[in-house]
């Protein structure tokens, strides 16, 4: 069965600083990869995704990923945080016709 | 492009009495999923419709059931209401389906039993 584990409840840096979010996946088949970002009060927003290719992801609010495949993980990076990245972030993953499951998410909280 | 719709924002239910809450996906997209979102639980797979066919179910009791319509709308209905329903019930649509398409989200509607 697929399972996804974010490590991490609660994560806190400071602004300025470098992130990464630990994502570990399980799942028999070459998955789709996805981080997910959660403002309070809102849906989820799509950061980026990985189906295949490049291992390194690009994604919007200057994210990135990457992908390795010997280690089943997808942790989400970024170089320097901004105090509005402070929210909640989702690691996923689907293939094919299977449901997209996500993970119990982490809680970044920025300093000032 | 207007975005996913859910509705109602917010809700408040006594326990033992029914609800129904509604998504209307982006338009052209066919594949309405619903997510549960609890602070202990995280997002638990709720069910997906593709083209008014369920295609996926997660592993909730009969009390929670789905449909959708011709138009791609989708309601989700939850009888027989428990305290531990209380949650925030999100709608995913999304061109696709199945676990290769990125899921673009509603805000939720958030429900309150008591």
């Known amino acids: 069965a697929q399972s996804v584990t974010q490590p991490d409840i609660h994560i806190t840096v400071s602004e300025g600083a470098s992130l990464e979010l630990r994502c570990n996946y399980s799942y028999g088949a070459t998955p789709y990869l996805f981080w997910y970002v959660q403002s309070p009060g809102q849906g989820l927003q799509l950061l980026l995704k990985?189906?295949?290719?490049?291992?390194l992801v690009q994604g919007i609010k200057g994210f990135e990923a990457e992908f390795k495949r010997s280690q089943s993980s997808f942790n989400l990076r970024k170089p320097s945080v901004h105090w509005s990245d402070a929210a909640e972030y989702f690691c996923a993953v689907g293939a094919g016709d299977d449901k997209i499951i996500f993970g119990k998410g982490t809680r970044l909280h920025i300093l000032p | 492009k207007a975005g996913v719709t859910q509705t109602p924002r917010y809700l408040i239910k006594t326990r033992g009495q029914q609800v129904t809450l509604s998504c209307s996906p982006i338009?052209?997209?066919?594949?309405v999923s619903w997510y549960q979102q609890t602070p202990g639980q995280g997002l638990q797979f709720l069910f997906e419709?593709?083209?008014?066919?369920?295609?996926n179910k997660g592993n909730f009791p009969g009390r929670f059931s789905g449909r959708q319509f011709s138009n791609s709308r989708s309601e989700m209905n939850v009888s027989t209401l428990e305290l531990g329903d209380s949650a925030l019930y999100l709608c995913?649509?999304?061109?696709?389906?199945?676990?290769?398409?990125?899921?673009?989200f509603g805000n939720g509607t958030r429900l309150t039993v008591t």
């Open positions: 990985y189906f295949s290719g490049d291992t």
């Open positions: 995913a649509s999304t061109s696709g389906s199945g676990g290769n398409s990125p899921l673009h």
């Open positions: 338009s052209g997209h066919r594949s």
């Open positions: 419709y593709f083209s008014e066919t369920q295609r």
